[in-house]
């Protein structure tokens, strides 16, 4: 039973952390055009390996010394806020808000430690980056209808739709 609970929780939490950052958004006038963090709330960890194993960035070796050092804290720290927030008892309603400022928070102490490191032409590389990425979540799955047959047995060998999943 606690086990569930917990599983639940999780599940709750990822997609809390899903679609919060696009929820989140100020609408009109906040944060500029193509702002960070339109393209989808990624943790400090996600951000390094993107930046890291993604040659289109060009990021040094100094550079990528620098994130390092700047993103590790943003990223024990927003362990130690989500590993807080489901101890003991949860109210949904409470956390859903508390994420939704912490990843406002979050996306702000990122960008910061972003602008201190990279150059204007490899924050907007990684900028667009992450609107292009929101746009394939946001199409994702957008015209499939429920699956029905195409499993095992179904004499197809899988093939004709395209999904591939």
Not at 71 to 92: N, Y
Not at 140 to 163: A, C, I, K, L, N
């Amino acid at each position: 039973m606690v086990r569930m609970r917990n599983i639940a929780l999780g599940a709750v939490a990822l997609a809390l952390f899903s679609v919060l950052p696009i929820e989140a958004q100020p609408g009109g006038s906040g944060g500029g055009r193509g702002g960070f963090g339109r393209g989808g709330g990624m943790s400090p960890d996600q951000v390094f390996g993107l930046l890291a194993f993604d040659d289109k960035f060009n990021i040094t070796g100094k550079q990528l010394l620098e994130l390092r050092d700047s993103l590790k804290p943003l990223s024990i720290e927003q362990r130690e806020a989500m590993a807080g927030m489901f101890s003991g008892d949860v109210d949904f309603q409470a956390v859903r808000e508390t994420m939704r400022e912490m990843q406002m928070e979050m996306r702000a102490k990122l960008m910061g430690a972003l602008k201190e490191t990279l150059d204007e032409e490899q924050l907007e590389t990684l900028k667009e980056h992450m609107k292009e990425q929101q746009e394939r979540r946001r199409n994702f799955g957008g015209g499939r209808g429920p699956r029905s047959g195409g499993g095992r047995g179904s004499g197809d060998g899988g093939s004709g739709d395209g999904g591939g999943f």
